[in-house]
C-alpha cells in the first residue's frame, strides 16, 4: 500500500478531508524550521566541560567509560574492559568504515566477527553516530554498516565514539543527522530508525526493583576516542 493510501485511509477514519491550502503550507513551514524549545543552559558549555558533562552523566545511568588518545588504543581499551568484566575476548561487530580501520591486529587475542548481532552474541560492538551531553545519550542510527542488532541483542554493548561527535542537546544532534543524511534523490531523508540509549536496558516495574537488561544489553560501555582538541582539558 503506498504512503498516499495509508493517509488517506486515516483521514477518513478520521472524518477528515484533504488538508486546506494555507494549512498545508503553514504545515510545511513548520516541519522545515524544525523550532527548538528552551535548551538548558547546561547543554552549553565550553568543550572540555560538555564532554566530561556526557561521560558524567553516561556514568550516573549506570555505564561505564573508557577515554583514548586515539583510535590506535581502541582495541586494548576493549580487551582490558572484557578482562576486567571477565568476559570472553571474542565479539560482534559493526561492518562501519572507522571501525574497521582500528588496528585491531594490535591485540591479538580479540577474536571479531562483523555483522548483525545473533542472540547468542555475548558482546557487541558499535560505531557512535553522535551523543548528547545535557543526557548522556547516545543517537545510534540504524544503517548496513550499523546494524540495529547490536543495540539490543547482546547482554554487553561496547560504543565507539569520538569526542568530537559530543553535541550539548538533543536538538543539536538532530541537527547533526537533518545535515547529513541528504541525497540528490530525496533532498533529504531520515534514517529508518534512529535509537537513542541512554545506559543499558533497565526497568523497575516490577515492585519497584531496578533490574537492569530487561530489554536490551545489561551492561554499555563507551570507548571515547579523544579526536577533539578543544574538548581535551
Not at 483521514?11 to 486546506?20: E, F, T, Y
Not at 524544525?34 to 552523566?57: D, E, M, T
Not at 562483523?114 to 544503517?143: F, I, W
Amino acid at each position: 500500500m503506498s504512503r498516499e493510501a495509508i493517509l488517506g485511509a486515516i483521514r477518513r477514519s478520521l472524518g477528515r478531508g484533504a488538508v486546506p491550502r494555507d494549512l498545508a503550507i503553514g504545515l510545511q513551514a513548520r516541519l522545515h524550521a524544525h523550532p527548538r524549545h528552551l535548551i538548558p543552559a547546561r547543554s552549553r558549555l565550553p568543550r572540555p566541560q560538555q564532554v566530561a558533562l556526557f561521560l558524567r552523566n553516561v556514568e550516573k545511568e549506570f555505564g561505564t567509560v573508557a577515554r583514548v588518545p586515539a583510535a590506535a588504543a581502541v582495541p586494548a581499551a576493549i580487551a582490558g574492559y572484557l578482562a576486567a568484566q571477565n568476559l570472553p575476548s571474542s565479539f560482534v561487530m559493526a561492518p562501519h568504515p572507522e571501525l574497521r580501520a582500528i588496528p585491531w591486529p594490535a591485540s591479538p587475542l580479540l577474536r571479531i566477527r562483523e555483522g548483525r548481532a545473533a542472540p547468542t552474541d555475548l558482546v557487541s560492538v558499535q560505531h557512535g553516530y553522535a551523543a548528547v551531553a545535557e543526557t548522556g545519550t547516545l543517537m545510534l542510527p540504524g544503517t548496513p554498516d550499523r546494524p540495529t542488532t547490536l543495540n539490543l541483542l547482546a547482554d554487553t554493548a561496547i560504543v565507539v565514539l569520538r569526542a568530537s561527535r559530543i553535541r550539548g542537546a538533543l536538538e543539536d544532534a538532530w541537527d547533526l543527522l537533518r545535515a547529513e543524511w541528504r541525497d540528490d534523490r530525496t533532498g533529504g531523508f531520515m534514517p529508518r530508525n534512529v535509537m537513542l540509549v541512554t545506559g543499558p536496558s533497565r526497568s523497575a516495574d516490577i515492585e519497584f526493583t531496578l533490574e537492569l537488561g530487561a530489554h536490551g544489553p545489561r551492561r554499555l560501555h563507551v570507548v571515547l576516542i579523544d579526536d577533539d582538541p578543544p574538548a581535551v582539558e
